[in-house]
């Protein structure tokens, strides 16, 4: 390479894919925003660019610090680093002309100057639904989020997965019933670690707290519920915490757990979790995780839950809500490395249309008919030899090759080639359409 | 509110829509995409972020002094003005990995820090398809962009719509015959305002510049030569300029306009305008721009042409290609302002289901039922009188209401009404489904 070239490079921690991998991609993305747009979330879109003052407006500690923040004219700007802030500065700035509650889904790429290491990024992907309601939010729409991402994952291509579901209210009402309130984000982290460290480590670093026996029995006696639904919710009747926030977290559990049959999810694909908490400050009720069973190495694939107030930040106005979010690119990126992406388009041409000759306009209104039959088809217009054109079909996974020579010009036909099978026979155009329709 | 409340906004020259128009956009943005893929251009995502030495390895300028330039860390870093630039880079490291020729469409963001005015943007949507051939690029891949342009605008819903086609050569080699090469920019300048100030300014400008009559005499002959597209080729072939460049560019000229045919445009959509040059160094051939000619003040909606050499700052490969770009945030904000945007769907929602008393659970099934009929179905769960169920639909202009109240579950039934018509009937759920799927 010539010396006063500049090295073509990305930076580390930004995805670019290869237009094979591109495709997967788009097609999982398409998949999760028809599924929510299935559910009748409204589409928003805004910018990338905010005021820093804007998304600062809660953040501190680590946001603060991986945030892009820059100067541009006299303004402080910021990229957004997540689509929640850029959510509740929208609902308040137009919460007069929006109808409530308001379901919005947003899919969009996010910005956070992480270290960069193996399978993080630091700009990606995030996919979310929120509902907001106006001072209030009917506990149904709660039991409504698991439908969403049972319709999503299913059409991901993905059966065995577990949402996990529990209520922050139970947690808070157990540590508020044992005067543990302010000791319950080193609990739960500790509680956190039942799977890796087992019980006996659980209940010495709960001592190690200062925790009485009494209490971390019931700690114990409570992350320790087992059964199916019903069997825990039961469990949980008789536990006998007396506790207003305890009492108000169970029956929203319960009616949300009874809900979610209606929407006709499989019982299979969701469960009572009483460990999970996700953040101890944000979400005040209901909170999900997701799991694909296959992968647990994956973590949760999709989390989130209730929360009390959208935009304090911004506005007076009470704006509880309920949202989950799926980290794209981080999901595309290990289902990649684990070989286990689902969709399965791999090309984005149906059918190339090649020459045998160097004459090359016999293909083009071919083409266009079969592009007029709503058909993904391309031209191969370089002169190049038939194998070459071939190579190129097998190296785009284009699964149609049509040949145009000699004979089939004056025959008024195609020789239409099935490139995974290798068959290939003479047709009209139309019969070539309607067999290239009937794959794709 | 509250005195420590930060107030919400979002910056200028930032689009940020309310859902109904964003409805609308994103169909735009969806309807351009699937054109393009109908093409069988790859997708590609490059980053918004870029290495600064990489994004201004050619600018200078405008572009130098509007870009977003910022550090983080020890890296100086950028936002992406264009996505050509990223695409210059893409195919200059992935060089390898890549068939040729190359088909690529990118739509995404694109950042430009000018003065703000109305309808200029500082985010906006580059919609962008390239062709890139390695070393040599057929002529005919010039001729099948105009028909990528036809597909998507017609997809749009326009019909009335003209491709202005030229080809730099002919102005080149013109200048070259002339001798007048270096005076090509301001020539090119002047003759741009012929249809603003007239044969006569024009002529008397060009005299300014010390050219001489009889040159000044072939210009205005070239730049006047009317008629049908065969007549033009014909007065081209006759206006007697004995140029290499100029015939080459001819040629190629005839050849796309003879092809373009092939590809089954209709010769109302397209026209060989001899005055159109896209700036005066990037492209090298064929030029394209786009008018819908019932908004003229749109000005061109879609233009591009053929370059040489995409990624000269970046590698000692030749690799020429022919693009074209839809600027889609301006153009959905023109249309908007005109009243004039063709996409029709105005609702996310195909129906809103309703009960008339507080008891929505019987709401879910039914609701599970259309979307199983993938039917974007949404139910609404806050307890509100139904009046207020009603103006909520209204709101969102969602075509179709569904009630549920004491006889309706009672006899398995339920009522569907058309808000557009007003009408309304009681039927099975599956009858309700097949009058929903009519419509939409």
Known sequence: MSENK??????????????????????????????????????????????????????????????????????DLALRFDLTVPLAKYVAMHYGELSFPFKRYQIGKVYRGERPQKGRFREFYQCDIDIIGDNELNVLYDAELPSVIYTTFQELGFSDFTIHINNRKLLNG???????????????????????????????????????KDSILTIMNFIEISGNNEEKIIALKNIGIKNGIFNSGLKELEDVINCIKLFGMPESNYEIDLTIARGLDYYTGTVYETFLNEYPSLGSVCSGGRYDNLAEYYTDKKLPGVGISIGL????????????????????????????????????????????????????????????????????????????????????????????????????????????????
Chains 1, 2 share one sequence.
Do not use: W
């Open 329 to 440: 690119t981080r999901l595309f990126y290990k289902l990649n490395e684990l070989n286990a992406i689902k969709v399965n388009k791999k090309s984005m041409a149906d059918v190339l249309v090649v020459s045998t000759s160097d004459d090359i306009k016999p293909c083009i209104p071919v083409a266009t008919e079969f592009r007029n039959a709503n058909i993904n088809t391309e031209i191969f217009m370089e002169d190049k030899k038939i194998k070459s054109k071939f190579k190129y079909a097998d190296k785009l996974s284009i699964p149609f090759v049509v040949v145009l020579g000699e004979t089939e010009i004056e025959t008024n036909t195609v020789t239409l080639k099935d490139m995974n099978t290798g068959e290939q026979s003479q047709l009209s155009v139309e019969e070539a359409i309607k067999v290239i329709k009937k794959t794709i």
């Open 6 to 75: 500049i090295v073509p490079r990305t930076l580390s921690g930004f995805m670019e894919l290869l237009p094979n991998e591109q495709i997967l991609f788009n097609q999982m993305k398409e998949k999760i925003q028809k599924s929510y747009e299935k559910f009748c979330f409204l589409p928003l879109n805004t910018p990338i660019i905010e005021l820093a003052d804007i998304l600062l407006a809660k953040a501190g500690g680590e946001t603060e610090k991986q945030i892009y923040r820059f100067n541009k004219g006299e303004h």
């Open 174 to 212: 157990l540590f508020d019933s044992l005067n543990l309130s302010e000791q319950s984000t080193e609990i739960m982290r500790i509680i956190d670690k039942l799977a890796k460290i087992g019980k006996e480590n659980v209940i010495e670093e709960l001592s190690n707290l200062n925790i009485n």
